[in-house]
């Protein structure tokens, strides 16, 4: 059997964070019920902020952290949140995003909002 590689040598930059009241916990792998964090902290049941950057392009949506989290375990469990963000939640959040990543160096970003039901 044949593999095809591709050419391009093209890797993305990819960054994945959870935050928590405006804390930002790096996450290393994430799955569709939940998130491996790199580094574990003691957190009680909440709400949070999952955030996917792939080339700059970030996508957000509310989490549920129906168990919390352990410092015992990186895995930790997400549900939908009850709520979507209002309007004015979206805009702020977009404007951090852009200063965030303009802090950063980024020459380019755009921010978009995944649909946590599609």
């Known amino acids: ?24 916990h790096d996450v290393s792998h994430m799955g569709p019920d939940f998130i491996i964090l790199a580094k574990p902290v003691n957190c009680s049941p909440c709400e949070g902020i999952v ?20 410092e015992g375990t990186n895995r930790v469990r997400t549900a939908k949140a009850a709520k979507a963000l209002d309007k ?18 980024q020459n380019h970003f755009d921010v978009t909002h995944a649909d946590p039901d599609g």
Do not use: C, H
């Open 1 to 24: 059997m044949m593999f095809s590689t591709p050419k391009t040598g093209y890797s993305a930059t990819v960054e994945m964070y959870l935050d928590i009241a405006g804390v930002k």
């Open 51 to 70: 955030g996917l950057a792939v080339d700059g392009r970030l996508k957000q949506w509310p989490v549920r952290l129906p168990e919390g989290i352990s």
């Open 88 to 105: 004015s939640q979206r805009q702020m959040n977009e404007e951090v995003a852009n200063f965030a990543f303009l802090q950063r160096g």
